[in-house]
């Protein structure tokens, strides 16, 4: 992704943001790979996150049609607002290992609630290396759901 893109994508970002009407600063990160991060900073995240992060994926996949329309180049984004992924990611990993320490001292399976994929993804990837315990995603979406077992 050349500078000229990234910029291109800085000022559609910007410009999609100004016609909701939210008050928003945009700055789109350095290319990783085929990802390309952009940090919103809002007064008003609630609105824009929604309800467990449901309308930032939904504005997320708008914006990226709006972008692919406009940048043939094959790219995704990391849209986040207020750091709301970040810090969901460290509150995922600390209750995945705070389950998993539970369920290895109990013995009792422990099942979550249901979570969209890319959340049960993170709780899996944080338990794969402990030997006492094992994951496993059961049901069928929007009610898939993680399940920590105790090791036989």
């Known amino acids: 992704m050349n500078q000229e893109n990234l910029q291109k994508i800085k000022e559609i970002t910007d ?20 990802t390309i991060p952009i940090k919103i900073k809002t007064n008003e995240p609630k609105v824009l996150i929604g309800q467990n992060g449901q309308t930032l994926v939904e504005i997320q996949r708008l914006l990226k049609a709006i972008l692919k329309k406009q940048i043939p180049e094959e790219f995704y984004i990391d849209l986040d607002i207020n750091d709301y ?25 422990n099942i979550l609630a249901p979570m969209p994929a890319y959340e049960r993804r993170i709780i899996h990837l944080e338990l794969a290396g402990r030997e006492d315990i094992t994951t496993e995603s059961i049901g069928q979406e929007p009610d898939r759901r993680v399940v920590i077992r105790p090791c036989s």
């Open 85 to 109: 992924k970040k810090k969901k990611l460290a509150y995922l990993k600390e209750t995945a290992r705070e389950l998993a320490d539970e369920v290895a001292l109990t013995k009792k399976e």
């Open 15 to 34: 410009e999609f943001f100004e016609r909701t009407s939210f008050d928003v600063e945009a700055e789109v990160l350095s290319f990783q790979e085929k």
